[in-house]
């Protein structure tokens, strides 16, 4: 029992110095917002003590941290530089749908125009239909009028031949009464 006693006690002292070390030296904390801060890095100091209350800490030695800062300042002149890009590229986008716009415009009218230019054609069409309808007619009604006066020629002939034929036999047979009562 004297002995848990005595361990006790020595457990006791060591965790009492312990805490009288740590007394002598400043404690900082770094509260978990920090995990949002935004802006300078912390810098740390030899032989201070930090309690970290965030869920992770990144430690870079300087020379890192000058690298890390440069990459960062030229992330910044790229970001400027990437951002001219997009005004241009954007204000090229805008300048083609004005364009575009201006075609549909463009291709509206002409479509317009061809639209009417395709009802003036049909109208036309129409009338020439009509014209060669009055004209077939009229050839048709001609070939009818030359049959019938072809017909009328044949038969006016024959009628000729006929009369012909007896003329002739008229002059024959007044030529026979003539010379035979002669």
């Known amino acids: 029992m004297k002995k848990i006693v005595v ?3 020595l457990m006791f002292l060591a965790s009492f110095s312990y805490c009288q070390e ?4 400043k404690i900082i904390e770094i509260p978990a917002s920090y995990a949002n801060y935004e802006g300078p890095a912390t810098t740390v100091k ?3 003590l930090y309690v970290f209350r965030t869920s992770q800490i990144y430690l870079v030695n300087e020379k ?3 690298a890390l800062r440069r990459i960062y300042e030229n992330a910044k002149d790229t970001d400027k530089m990437t951002n001219r890009l997009l005004e241009d590229y954007s204000k090229t986008l805008k300048r083609n749908f004005e364009l575009e716009d201006k075609l549909k415009i463009n291709f509206a009218a002409s479509d317009s125009l061809d639209r009417i ?3 003036k054609t049909q109208a036309t069409l129409k009338n020439t239909q009509k014209a060669l309808d009055y004209t077939i007619n009229s050839l048709e009604k001609a070939t009818n009028s030359l049959d019938i006066v072809e ?7 024959r ?3 006929f009369e012909k034929i007896l003329f002739a ?3 024959v047979g007044i030529g026979v009464l003539v010379g035979v009562s002669l």
Do not use: H, P
């Open 7 to 9: 361990s006790f006690f």
């Open 151 to 157: 017909k009328n020629n044949k038969r006016e002939r």
């Open 22 to 25: 740590t007394d002598s030296l």
């Open 169 to 171: 036999i008229g002059g």
């Open 159 to 161: 009628k000729s031949t």
């Open 117 to 119: 230019i395709y009802e």
């Open 46 to 48: 030899k032989d201070s």
């Open 64 to 66: 890192s941290f000058s």
